[in-house]
């Protein structure tokens, strides 16, 4: 049987790095392709050519004909941009390996076999994997949590799909059916829990970093912060309005959800940030990528001869300080957490009144 004719426009570039793409027959100019605009350009375009005004027929046709890929382009161009920075960087990781198992399989037929194909490949690797320029560039494999979290983003982009009519919805439902994979299940490696880093080994890292990093260190310990919420604030972001400043970040992890978030910066805190605000408002207050610092901190850990620790568990050291001295909620709004039972992850308390409650057993 003949493939069916694929009817949704696909996003090309010429020789010239001309986007273009073509529509019932005739070449629609882009722009260039490298510029973000096209791809803008684009997505009106697909919105326009596969609007919500057709018929049943013709929808399904439409779902009948559409590539993986072409499912990827869609969701990549139109709704990952709505999701955090960190969270981009985790989906397109997705996209990738999807579009390189099964880029050119119709939609209708990726099913829960196919995603447990993809599965696999997370857990094993591919250590044969070259970049595109040929170059050796292998794929560790990922832990156990890390492949969960990621077969959800399949599962999700699939859903969204049955929201544009691209995806036949038993094509969603069927792949929600593959369930995550439980400890001992599989040769995945665990993922080492974050662990609350103590101040002997905090200050060691210290005397190792450069001036720039140990600041940004001790704000990742003021604040609460991820790296990468620190790591965007400029001055004229800052509130600095009142005892202490504040900054209401717009790109962040659960902004796509319609969440809030704002960092708190106390006087300490406000020293330190005053030696990097200068005359360009524009500018990052620390121009540095959060990997870059992260790597710093690793190679500090090594140096200084202690456990390797991450930027991210100093924030886990400053949660589980701050739930025991005030309050889940309290605590709950200086993280950003959109659970409480998230914060109440770090609380010591109840371990504390477990080891009491015990001691009166007879």
Request: charged share 30%.
């Amino acid at each position: 049987m003949p493939r069916p004719r694929n009817s949704i426009p696909k996003f090309s570039i010429d020789r010239n790095g001309r986007a273009f793409t073509k529509v019932d027959g005739r070449f629609v100019s882009l722009g260039r392709g490298d510029n973000p605009e096209s791809r803008r350009r684009y997505a009106v375009l697909l919105t326009e050519h596969t609007g919500l005004a057709v018929t049943a027929s013709t929808a399904t046709e439409k779902r009948a004909s559409v590539t993986v890929n072409e499912l990827l382009l869609r969701f990549v161009t139109e709704e990952l941009p709505r999701y955090s920075t960190s969270e981009q960087y985790c989906q397109k990781t997705v996209v990738r390996l999807l579009r390189q198992l099964f880029g050119e399989t119709l939609v209708s037929e990726f099913g829960p076999l196919r995603l447990r194909v993809v599965r696999k490949a997370m857990v094993d690797g591919d250590p044969t994997q070259k970049d595109q320029n040929g170059k050796p560039c292998p794929r560790k494999p990922w832990s156990r949590d890390t492949v969960n979290r990621n077969v959800k983003r399949i599962q999700a982009i699939f859903r969204w799909g049955v929201s544009w009519e691209i995806v036949p919805e038993t094509v969603a439902a069927s792949l929600g059916t593959v369930r995550i994979l439980a400890a001992g299940e599989t040769a995945a490696a665990e993922s080492t829990p974050r662990r609350s880093v103590s101040k002997s080994d905090i200050e060691a890292v210290r005397r190792q970093l450069t001036q720039r990093n140990r600041d940004i260190l001790d704000l990742l310990g003021l604040t609460g912060a991820r790296p990468g919420e620190l790591l965007s604030v400029r001055a004229k972001d800052l509130n600095q309005d009142g005892e202490v400043w504040r900054f209401d970040l717009i790109k962040h992890k659960t902004a796509h959800k319609g969440k809030s978030r704002t960092l708190f910066f106390n006087s300490k805190a406000q020293a330190i940030l005053q030696r990097y605000i200068t005359d360009d408002p524009e500018a990052r207050l620390f121009p540095i990528r959060r990997d870059s610092f992260g790597h710093a901190v690793l190679r500090a850990c090594t140096r200084a001869g202690i456990e390797p620790f991450v930027p991210h568990e100093i924030r886990h050291t400053t949660a589980t300080k701050l739930v025991d001295e005030v309050g889940i909620e309290s605590a709950q709004r200086l993280l950003g957490h959109s659970d409480q039972a998230m914060t109440q992850h770090y609380s010591r308390t109840a371990d504390r009144q477990a080891v009491e409650a015990v001691k009166t057993l007879e």
